[in-house]
Each structure stands twice: as C-alpha cells, then as structure tokens.
C-alpha cells in the first residue's frame, strides 16, 4: 500500500508558475511509477504528466507539454509537478497517483492506477 499526499495548490494568475507535490508513505522500498491526473468541473478526470521510478523517461499529454514537468525526489518519497505558463483551461483539482510498474512504455491509463491522494485545487484566473 502507497498513501499519496498533495500539497501546493492555490490561485495563480494566467502566465504564472505553480509547483505541486506529492509525498508518498507506506510501501516505499519497492519502485513505483508516479503520475499526475486532473480533472475540472463538469469533465471527466484526464491523464497530465507520468514519471518512471528512476526519473529516466517521463510522460505529458500534449496539453501541457513544454510548460510542465514532473521530477522526483526518491530520497524524500516525494515527486513533483512544476506548472509554467498556467493558462485558465489548466483550472482544476490535480491528482497524484502512483502504481508499481516497471513496464515501458508504461500503461498511462487512470485505471492502472491504484493509489490516489486526495487531490489539490489549481485555480488559474484570467
């Protein structure tokens, strides 16, 4: 079992950055891939970035490529979502989500998933 901790949420401005985190405890000897997923009101939760255990290959949807990237830090069991050039379409509550995975390419589907943290708010104003 993985438990998955968000932090760094809040309400930018269009053109601003935002870094979130995600601290993972419990089962954090054996590798795990980790990923971020978000989901705004009204729609469906959406795939948005994906990192491999050792940080060597990462994943983005093509909404975000060039202005996020997902990084790790296995030492402190946490991995990290730093957003550039936020846009309003980028408004909603992000997920970090984790599975034990060694595959590549790794499967980037939500359900491949099992652990899940509670979820941050990102709020990004014109």
């Known amino acids: 079992q993985v438990q998955l901790v968000e932090s760094g949420g809040g309400l930018v401005q269009a053109g601003e950055s935002l870094t979130l985190a995600c601290a993972a405890s419990g089962r954090t000897s054996s590798n795990y891939a980790m990923a971020w997923f978000r989901q705004a009101p009204g729609k469906e939760r959406e795939f948005v970035a994906a990192i491999s255990w050792s940080a060597d290959v990462t994943y983005y949807d093509d909404s975000v490529k060039g202005r996020f990237t997902i990084s790790r830090d296995n030492s402190k069991n946490t991995a990290f979502l730093q957003m550039d050039s936020l846009k309003p379409e980028d408004t909603a509550v992000y997920y970090c989500?984790?599975?034990?995975?060694?595959?590549?390419?790794?499967?980037?589907?939500?359900?491949?998933?099992?652990?899940w943290g509670q979820g941050t708010q990102v709020t990004v104003s014109s």
């Open positions: 989500a984790a599975r034990f995975t060694a595959a590549r390419p790794m499967g980037l589907n939500m359900d491949l998933f099992p652990y």
